[in-house]
């Protein structure tokens, strides 16, 4: 698979990949694509399309990611991370950064744990959980928050919330919807930092990339029930 993912726009990011990032980055999808016969991971099989709507959707994010993170080991959480979309790539090539994949399904996350140890990606975690039960638990813990295809952007932004640093950021992956969902956001509460076209290689789908970040800068106390 080594020519489809470099005829299908990988070495287009510009993000010097190694052998052994490549290598991974097609095990990931094999697996995937072995899961998907059964589980139902996602809905897109053909192997071609995997590279370029799982793969390099993915991974277009970090040039962006690499600008706006100041860490060197940032911890990041994946809400709704489902087959481990944009985790999963990230954490491959990003081994020093951390991240925590959240996902309520249970079928989906015996996947992520799988492909944990398939892969031995000693820099994720996989939390079986909801979103709310996760902030209660690790309340501004985290540099970042990122979703793709997760929820709306409000109510992604309002689950990020409590998950934030005082400094943390929120990456929105979102297409062509992303104005309309832009305007229900609080402007009083949130501001846009940026809003980045994402080049995907022959892939003529509107990617963006929302870097936002809370006008808050406490997350909010849980009260106990």
């Not at 470099?6 to 287009?12: C, F, Q, V, Y």
């Not at 992604?156 to 943390?168: A, N, Q, T, V």
């Not at 956001?185 to 929302?210: G, Q, T, Y």
């Amino acid at each position: 698979m080594t020519d489809d993912l470099l005829a299908l726009g990988i070495e287009g990011l510009g993000l010097n990949l190694s052998e052994a990032n490549i290598a991974d980055l097609e095990l990931f999808l094999q697996e995937m694509g072995r899961w998907n016969q059964v589980h139902n991971l996602t809905a897109i099989e053909d192997e071609a399309d995997s590279v370029r709507l799982h793969l390099i959707d993915s991974i277009a994010v970090l040039p962006v990611l690499r600008r706006f993170l100041k860490s060197p080991t940032p911890r990041i959480a994946d809400l709704g991370s489902g087959g481990g979309l944009p985790a999963i790539p990230i954490a491959i090539i990003q081994a020093e950064w951390r991240l925590t994949l959240i996902e309520a399904i249970r079928k989906k996350t015996a996947f992520l744990q799988h492909v944990r140890g398939k892969l031995k990606l000693k820099n994720i975690e996989v939390l079986s959980e909801r979103v709310e039960n996760v902030a209660l638990q690790q309340q501004g813990q985290f540099d970042a928050v990122i979703s793709r295809a997760f929820t709306n952007l409000a109510r992604f932004l309002e689950l990020s919330l409590p998950l934030l640093k005082p400094d943390g950021l929120v990456f929105a992956m979102k297409a062509k919807r992303a104005d309309e969902e832009m305007a229900e956001v609080c402007k009083d509460d949130w501001r846009l930092l940026a809003d980045e076209a994402l080049f995907i290689p022959n892939l003529s789908v509107e990617r963006r990339l929302l870097v936002l970040s809370p006008m808050r800068k406490s997350p909010p106390q849980f009260l106990a029930k």
